[in-house]
T-cell receptor, first 115, second 112 residues
Framework: QKEVEQNSGPLSVPEGAIASLNCTYS??????FFWYRQYSGKSPELIMS????GDKEDGRFTAQLNKASQYVSLLIRDSQPSDSATYLC???????????????FGTGTRLTIIP | DVKVTQSSRYLVKRTGEKVFLECVQD?????MFWYRQDPGLGLRLIYF???????EKGDIPEGYSVSREKKERFSLILESASTNQTSMYLC???????????FGDGTRLSIL
C-alpha cells in the first residue's frame, strides 16, 4: 500500500462546478496535511494546510480532514479554467531512522476544467 | 513570502560530467530538501538536511551527493552525470517538521 494515495485522473469538471479531489494516507500518526497545485512545467505551490479534523476554507478552496478514516480532500468551488493543474496531496510522517518528520507526497491528480 | 532560488531553470550537460545544482533560501529555515520529479513517478526525495553540514539520504541517493556549508545554501551534485538523471530537480525548504515545504522554481536538467 502506498503511503499517500491519490486518483491520478484526469478529472474533468465543467467550469463553475465543484471539483472534488481525494487523498488517503496510511500513517495513523500523521498530523499535518497539505495541498499543492502544480501547473505543467512549474514547481508545486502550496494552496492549503490543515491540521485538525473538519473543514478549512480559504476563498474558493475547502480542505476536509478525517483522521479516523485517514483521508483528506480538497474542494474547489466555482471552478475556473485557471484551476486546471495537477494537485498534490502531502502528509507528514516520521523518518524511520531519525525521528524527524518528513512530507510524503502523493503522485497527484490531474484536473481539467472544461469551459 | 518564502523565497527559494534555484540557480538554473534549464541545464544541458553531457554524460560523465560533474553537475552542480544550487539552491538558496532567504527565510532562515532549518530544513532543506532535494527532489526529482519524473512523469508518473511523482516527487522522489534524493537528500535532505536538517542543519548546516548535516546531510541525510532520501529514497534515491545513488549517483548524487549534497553539500550544506551555510544555512541558506544547499547544493546537489551529480558526481558523474548519466542519461537516467535527466529530470526536473526541485529544491524545497521547511521551517520545521510539521510545516509545509516551499519549493523553488525547479531546474530541468537534460543529460545528453
Amino acid at each position: 500500500q502506498k503511503e499517500v494515495e491519490q486518483n491520478s485522473g484526469p478529472l474533468s469538471v465543467p467550469e463553475g462546478a465543484i471539483a472534488s479531489l481525494n487523498c488517503t494516507y496510511s500513517d495513523r500518526v500523521s498530523q499535518s496535511f497539505f495541498w499543492y497545485r502544480q501547473y505543467s512545467g512549474k514547481s508545486p505551490e502550496l494552496i492549503m494546510s490543515i491540521y485538525s479534523n473538519g473543514d478549512k476554507e480559504d476563498g474558493r478552496f475547502t480542505a476536509q480532514l478525517n483522521k479516523a478514516s485517514q483521508y483528506v480532500s480538497l474542494l474547489i468551488r466555482d471552478s475556473q479554467p485557471s484551476d486546471s493543474a495537477t494537485y498534490l496531496c502531502a502528509v507528514n510522517g516520521r523518518l524511520a531512522n531519525f525521528g524527524n518528520e518528513k512530507l510524503t507526497f502523493g503522485t497527484g491528480t490531474r484536473l481539467t476544467i472544461i469551459p | 513570502d518564502v523565497k527559494v532560488t534555484q540557480s538554473s531553470r534549464y541545464l544541458v550537460k553531457r554524460t560523465g560530467e560533474k553537475v552542480f545544482l544550487e539552491c538558496v533560501q532567504d527565510m532562515d529555515h532549518e530544513n532543506m530538501f532535494w527532489y526529482r520529479q519524473d512523469p508518473g513517478l511523482g516527487l522522489r526525495l534524493i537528500y535532505f538536511s536538517y542543519d548546516v553540514k548535516m546531510k541525510e539520504k532520501g529514497d534515491i541517493p545513488e549517483g548524487y551527493s549534497v553539500s550544506r556549508e551555510k544555512k541558506e545554501r544547499f547544493s546537489l551534485i551529480l558526481e558523474s552525470a548519466s542519461t537516467n538523471q535527466t529530470s526536473m530537480y526541485l529544491c524545497a525548504t521547511q521551517d520545521r517538521g510539521d510545516q509545509p515545504q516551499h519549493f523553488g522554481d525547479g531546474t530541468r536538467l537534460s543529460i545528453l
